[in-house]
C-alpha cells in the first residue's frame, strides 16, 4: 500500500515499545501479530524500496493514522508543536498580540489585541501584512505567518503592513514579544441587575479571573442576579471547572466523577471551599459549541438545581484527557476517562468505541438515553450533551447576511470608518445609524457581490425535472419564465430586508476597532437573546418553579 511506503524505523521503536507493554499487560496476541507484520514491512522498506524516505513525514503519518482509529482528542505532539498545548493549558505564548486572517491568499491583521505589544505600536485591523523582519510574507497564509510572529519574549521583530485608506500605505512598525496570556474571563459587567461573566475556557488562571469579576459583583448592591457565559467554549482544565463551581454549591460537594478502563482509578471531585455566593439566582449560557470542562460547570449547576441552564443543547463531550511524556520530548494528549455529573449521568454524544462499517461515528439516538433525576427530582437525560432548561432559537443566518460577513463587506467597511471617524460613543451606546447604513450600502459593488446562487439552481432544476415529466408545455414555460423574473436579487432592496441583522454584525465590527474585544462583546450583549431570556428568568417566580424550589 502506498501509505506503508512512508513507515520507518523510527516510528517502530515506540510501537514496537508500546505493543510489548500492551502485550505483558493484556495478553493480546493480535496486537503482537501486527507489530510483527509492521516490523518485517518496515524492514522490507529501509532494504529495498527504491527511493529513500522522509522520516519526520512519516513519522508523522503513521501515528496520526493510528490516533485516528481512537478518537478526535488523543493528540500527539512533537516538542516543536509543544507550544499550542501549553497555550491550550495557560492560556500564554509568546508573540505580539494580534489575530489574524486569511484572506486573497495572504493574511491580514483580524484585530489587535488591547493592550498587546500589537495595539500599543498602533497596528490596527485590516493591516495586510507584507514582511516580517527579511522575509517577504505577501504570499503566505496565517498559518506560516504565525511561525515567525511568535517567538521568544524580549525578542524585537519588524514588520511591514500595507494600511487601507490612507494616504501613506506601506506603514513599518518594530515591536517586542511579550509573554501574552489571553484572558479566559475577557469581559464581565453589571448589566441591569446582572453580573455578567464570559468564560471563553478553563485555564489554570481561570478561577481566579472568575473570582475577581464576583468580588466586584458581591460589593455592588445593583447585582441581583448572576450569568456565566460559556457558549463556544471548548473546556480545558477539569480542576479549573471544579474551582468555579466551588464559587456556587457547599463545601464538599460532590460535581463531577471520573471513571476509567480500571474501577479501582475512580476519581471523585469535590469543593473545598465555602462559597461566595451561595443562594444568588445563577444561569449558565450554553450552545451546541459548549463543551468538555464547560459541559462539567453547566452540568452539575443543573444537577444540583443550583441554575438554570439557557441556549441551545450543548455539544456531549464527556471524555476527559490527561498529557503523557514520550521519547524524544513528545508529549501525547491522550483520553483517559469519562466523567460523570452528580446525578450519575455521561453526556457522551458520540461512541467512538463502536464506529459504523465506514469508520463513522454516530450520534446517540435520544430513544437510548436514560433518565436520571436532579436534587430536586425533575428528570434529565444522558448522552448527547446539555439540554437546556430554557431553550433560544437562535434563528437561521439569512444567505445574503453570510455573504456579507464571509466577503467581509462588514469588515472593510469598519475599516474604512475608523480611519475616517477618530472616535465613537461608547460600545453600550453606540448605533447604526440611517446615515451609517446608507453609506454602508453604497460601499457594495454589486458587481463583486456574491450571491450564493441556491435559488437559481433550484429552479434549473425543477425546470428540469418538469420536463423530464412532459410538464414544460406553452403555459408552464411561461409560468416559471414569469416566477424567474420576480426571484432575480435586487441587492438594494435585499441589504434593507435584512439591515436588522446586518446591522448586529456592521454595529460590532465597527465598534470593535475602537473598543476591542470587549467592546464588540458589549455592544452584541444588548441584544443578546439568551442573556435577555435568563434575566427574565431570574427575575420573576419562574426561576424557583424550573428548580422545583416552591
Known sequence: MKKSSLILPACLAALISLGALAQKKSGDAALARNLTTFNAIVKELQDNYVDSIAPDRAFKEAIGALLE?????????????????????????????????????TTYISAPMEGSPSARAGIRAGDRILRVDSLDVSHKLSADVTKVLRGRPNTPVTITLQRPYVQDSIVTVTLTRELLQQPSVPYYAVIGNTGYIQLTSFINKSPAEVKTALEEFKADPRVKNIVIDVRGNGGGLVESAVDILSYFVPKGTEVVRMRGRNPSDERVYKTTRSPLFPDIPLAILIDGATASASEILAGAVQDLDRGVLVGSRSFGKGLVQTTRPLPFSGVLKVTVAKYYTPSGRLIQALDYAHRNE???????????????????????????????????????????????????????????FAAEHPTIAPATEFVVTDEIYDDFKKSIDPKRFKYDRVMEEAMKQLREIATDEGYMGEETTAAFDSLQKLLIHDLDRDLNTHRDEITDYLGSEIVSRYYYDKGKTAYALRTDKALKAAQEIMDSDLYDKILRKQ
Do not use: C
Not at 71 to 100: F, N
Not at 385 to 396: A, E, M
Open 69 to 105: 482509529t481512537v478518537d478526535p482528542y488523543t493528540e500527539y505532539y512533537p516538542v516543536e508543536d509543544q507550544e499550542m498545548l501549553q497555550k491550550m493549558t495557560t492560556g500564554e505564548y509568546g508573540g505580539i498580540g494580534s489575530y489574524l486572517l486569511d484572506r486573497d491568499s
Open 358 to 416: 465506514d469508520g463513522s461515528v454516530s450520534r446517540i439516538p435520544d430513544s437510548l438515553t436514560h433518565e436520571y433525576k436532579t436534587l430536586h427530582g425533575r428528570t434529565i437525560r444522558d448522552g448527547g450533551g446539555l439540554v437546556p432548561d430554557s431553550t433560544i432559537d437562535w434563528g437561521k443566518v439569512n444567505r445574503l447576511v453570510y455573504n456579507v460577513v464571509r466577503d467581509n463587506w462588514s469588515f472593510d467597511y469598519a475599516t474604512r
